[in-house]
């Protein structure tokens, strides 16, 4: 054995040495490394995700019913989840599937089905996005998007409006922002002119330089008085606010009036029927109730049968052809 060691060659002592560290270290690691990463902040024993990991990242629930736009912010969120719990490609559809709920999870349900179990986890995460896609964004809302986008303009100083719509059209609808040059004149182009003349000049040469120089315009232009400030009537929608305000207004000054006249008709009719109990709805006076007119009145004549013009029993004023009493008041 000594004359073995004697004979050793410098390279096989080498890797001798070599090996012998590789496994201290990987032991230390095993031992003393409690996360993803080590002590010195490199990649040693990554955790697999699970399931329970990904629901911790609190990704969004899909009903189906939240239209375009809600399927975008579900698969962003579904997206931003995968890389925070470092999720493989093959679990992604497994995991993302499992906050699928109501009519949404029927489809995938049909789905699994038709295609399999094995085979529907087995997708794609790009491919799972087209078979949403086809089913919660049918060509007929898609073109209305695409007429949106098309029209698509910067109202008053409202520039985040702008701005976050812009972006949501621009990934529900790639081809419309594709290349990145037609996507920044297509932003540009829906600025207001106050500041759309500035961002041309300036020649951005991506999305984000081209965002960043809108927001800062329209801030002075706010400043400088040439763009209405966000917090006044000409945000998007507060036109309509202000004129269903004055309306709502003009009708309760109608409905207080017409209330009021209702009021004193009542009144005015609870005065000529007698007094009566506001509980009981009966008379509660002392005086008799009349055969000729029914109501109660004190005296035998009933002054409802009497004409106020001639001050006979009988007939009523507008048929009177008598002569008008002096001591008669109209």
Request: charge should be positive.
């Amino acid at each position: 054995m000594a004359d073995g060691n004697i004979h050793m060659t410098v390279a096989e002592l080498n890797e001798l040495i070599n090996n012998r560290v590789a496994e201290a270290i990987a032991q230390y690691a095993q031992t003393h490394n409690t996360g993803p990463h080590g002590p010195a902040g490199g990649l040693v024993n990554p955790h697999v995700c699970t399931f329970k990991m990904f629901l911790d990242c609190k990704p969004h629930n899909f009903k189906g019913s939240e239209g375009a736009i809600g399927l975008l912010r579900w698969i962003e969120k579904a997206e931003s989840v995968f890389e925070m719990c470092n999720c493989p490609d093959e679990s992604k559809v497994k995991f993302a599937t499992g906050t699928l709920e109501g009519p949404a999870l029927t489809w995938w349900n049909s789905n699994v089905q038709t295609l399999g179990l094995g085979e529907a986890n087995a997708l794609t995460w790009n491919g799972f996005k087209t078979l949403l896609q086809e089913e919660y964004c049918p060509r007929s809302e898609m073109q209305k998007l695409e007429e949106e986008y098309w029209h698509l303009k910067m109202e008053g100083s409202n520039i985040e409006e702008y701005t976050t719509r812009s972006h949501e059209l621009s990934r529900l609808l790639p081809h419309m922002a594709t290349p990145a040059s037609k996507w920044i004149e297509r932003y540009i182009g829906g600025l207001v002119p106050q500041i759309q003349g500035l961002v041309t000049s300036a020649n951005p040469t991506t999305i984000q330089q081209a965002v960043r120089l809108a927001h800062q315009l329209t801030d002075q232009a706010v400043l400088q008085g040439t763009l209405p400030k966000r917090t006044s009537a000409t945000k998007v929608g507060d036109h309509k606010r202000k004129w269903e305000g004055n309306n709502s207004k003009s009708h309760n000054q109608q409905s207080y009036q017409q209330n009021r006249k209702q009021d004193s008709n009542k009144s005015y009719h609870n005065s000529n029927s007698g007094q009566q109990s506001s509980s009981s709805g009966g008379y509660i006076g002392k005086h008799p109730k009349c055969n000729r007119c029914g109501f109660h009145h004190d005296g035998n004549q009933c002054d409802r049968a009497r004409c106020q013009r001639c001050g006979k029993i009988g007939h009523a004023a507008k048929d009177c052809r008598g002569e008008l009493q002096n001591n008669h008041n109209n």
